[in-house]
């Protein structure tokens, strides 16, 4: 892989996978360099790449992976219990309370509230939208399993909102 390439994928992929890692680590800073492990872990490992998925799923396979190791590095404890990514003083930046009206940003926090398995795949095939194929690689998760998943997910998702006080205008 030329440098070229790297650079074509961070411009196209670069500000999507950000958002799916802030999502997951709700710390700017955190994300921005998970972002940038992830492209050199995909620069690293080209050779990996087998073109049986596209290269927007491998990055997103390696982005999940990266944040996984972040989470059993940082809280192992918590990792193996099932309990990552649960960081009770979360605080979204100024610029993100701003670009978000006050529905979508409750559509956020309660899907922070969700256990992982759950927020990734709701983060994936909706927010992200990906396939529920290109969802089954970057998890390595049959389909069957990313389907009931989201299913399960969905109704937690409304259950948190509804518990939220938000109306059916957004849950649609």
Same mark, same amino acid.
């Given at each position: ?11 196209? +992929? $670069?500000? !999507? ?10 710390? +700017?800073?955190? *994300? ?9 872990? &995909? ?9 049986? !998925? ?8 390696? &982005? ?5 190791? +972040? ?10 219990? $099932? ?6 003083? +979360? ?7 701003? &670009? ?16 992982? !398995?759950?927020?990734? =795949? ?10 529920? *194929?290109?969802? &089954?690689? =970057?998890?390595?998760?049959?389909? !069957? ?7 399960? *997910? ?10 939220? $006080? ?5 849950? $649609?």
């Amino acid at each position: 892989m030329e440098q070229e390439e790297l650079t074509k994928w961070f411009d196209e +992929y $670069g500000e !999507s996978i950000l958002s799916y890692i802030l999502l997951m680590v709700r710390d +700017y800073q955190q *994300a921005e360099d998970l972002t940038q492990e992830t492209f050199i872990k &995909a620069y690293r490992h080209q050779q990996q790449f087998e073109q049986k !998925s596209s290269v927007k799923t491998w990055l997103f396979s390696i &982005a999940h992976n990266v944040t996984k190791d +972040y989470f059993r590095k940082k809280h192992p404890l918590q990792y193996y219990l $099932g309990l990552t990514m649960e960081e009770k003083d +979360y605080k979204p930046i100024p610029e993100q309370i701003i &670009a978000m009206n006050f529905q979508i940003e409750q559509l956020y926090r309660a899907i922070q509230q969700l256990k992982p !398995s759950y927020r990734h =795949v709701i983060i994936l095939r909706k927010l992200k939208e990906f396939s529920t *194929a290109e969802t &089954a690689l =970057v998890l390595n998760w049959s389909e !069957s399993k990313v389907k009931m998943t989201l299913k399960r *997910a969905l109704v937690e998702l409304k259950n948190e909102l509804i518990k939220r $006080g938000i109306t059916n205008e957004l849950l $649609g």
